[in-house]
């Protein structure tokens, strides 16, 4: 979704989530339906799910760039499968060095520094050209509630901060789906970052006897960033969690700049950045997801320059989960294949 979500979902239920309830019911139960009886897909490779139960972000990108890894250090061609927020519809079209963010979206540029990546708005055909390119096991990067392809392990992202808002489904509250009938169809919850806003998903899963899994989003190279004084800037689900990262570097923001997730920056925006970061001597800093927006654009002379862009990875306790999470996959996968 693009655009800011209403500051209204992530607080407690108030009037605007109570006078969209009928909507809101109705949606819950169209989305609680398709997950209940969609006929998904089969294909001839593994398939990880990870997504989340909520609209905006909650780390699920940095998870599945996690899970590739550790798939590449297993042996395995790992690919993805996005739908490509902003991307153009077609046929499924493999990320290429030098696509922009306007054509297959802004998170698959992220995800093919790692591994191959379909954008299809199709799960089927994406995983299909996966294949097709020499990938032996898919890593769908969102997509839980589109119930189109048959997941052998899927994995729910929830923000430990933000957890579910108000608890209220689309377009009551950032719910994609009742709760109950989202979990009954993941196979374990991995809980990001800190906090208690995920508490009631966890007790939950457990109740449901679903594995919950810990990590948290880490910033990369910490010290290059320590000690400077930034003008900050970010377009994502939750800015506030850009801000925190880059803070825990040791890095100063003095001035916050908050945009609409995956917002399209204008040149005119970019030179206004500038020159109040050089007003007040500061340097830029924004988030590696707006940086994949930013490359296609015509920079303002000596903007790049000025940029610092923070990567976030994401840090699972124990170090070994990735690996338990990529071998439950496969064995799954073995299993409805008859190899296992």
Not at 177 to 206: L, Y
Not at 274 to 287: I, N
Request: aromatic share 6%; with cysteine.
């Amino acid at each position: 979704m693009a655009g800011r979500a209403p500051p209204f979902w992530w607080r407690r239920p108030g009037f605007n989530s109570f006078a969209l309830w009928p909507l809101a019911a109705a949606y819950g139960a169209i989305a609680g339906r398709r997950l209940d009886s969609a006929q998904r897909a089969r294909v001839a490779l593994p398939v990880l799910c990870v997504g989340n139960l909520t609209v905006g972000g909650s780390g699920k990108t940095p998870v599945a760039i996690a899970l590739a890894r550790e798939a590449i250090a297993m042996g395995l061609k790992p690919g993805f499968l996005s739908r490509g927020h902003g991307s153009r519809p077609g046929p499924p079209r493999l990320v290429r060095q030098g696509d922009a963010a306007a054509d297959v979206g802004d998170e698959p540029l992220l995800l093919a520094a790692v591994a191959p990546v379909a954008v299809s708005r199709d799960r089927v055909a994406g995983a299909r050209a996966l294949i097709g390119e020499g990938c032996d096991f898919a890593i769908m990067d969102d997509g839980f509630q589109s119930a189109q392809l048959h997941m052998d392990q899927a994995l729910i992202v929830v923000d430990a901060a933000f957890g579910i808002g108000n608890g209220r489904v689309i377009p009551a509250g950032p719910l994609r789906a009742p709760v109950p009938r989202q979990i009954a169809h993941a196979d374990a919850v991995v809980r990001m970052g800190r906090g208690e806003g995920a508490d009631a998903v966890v007790r939950m899963a457990a109740r449901a006897g679903k594995p919950v899994f810990d990590a948290i989003a880490a910033p990369r190279d910490p010290s290059r960033l320590a000690g400077r004084r930034f003008l900050a800037f970010a377009g994502i689900g939750h800015p506030a969690k850009f801000f925190a990262s880059l803070k825990e570097t040791g890095a100063e923001i003095a001035v916050e700049k908050v945009f609409g997730d995956h917002h399209p920056y204008t040149e005119w925006q970019l030179r206004d950045l500038m020159a109040q970061a050089r007003s007040d001597h500061l340097e830029l800093a924004t988030t590696a997801k707006d940086a994949v927006r930013l490359a296609a654009l015509n920079l303002p002379p000596g903007f790049r320059q000025m940029l610092a862009i923070l990567h976030i990875d994401a840090v699972f306790d124990p170090p070994q989960v990735p690996a338990r999470i990529v071998g439950e996959t496969l064995a799954a996968y073995r299993r409805r294949s008859g190899k296992g």
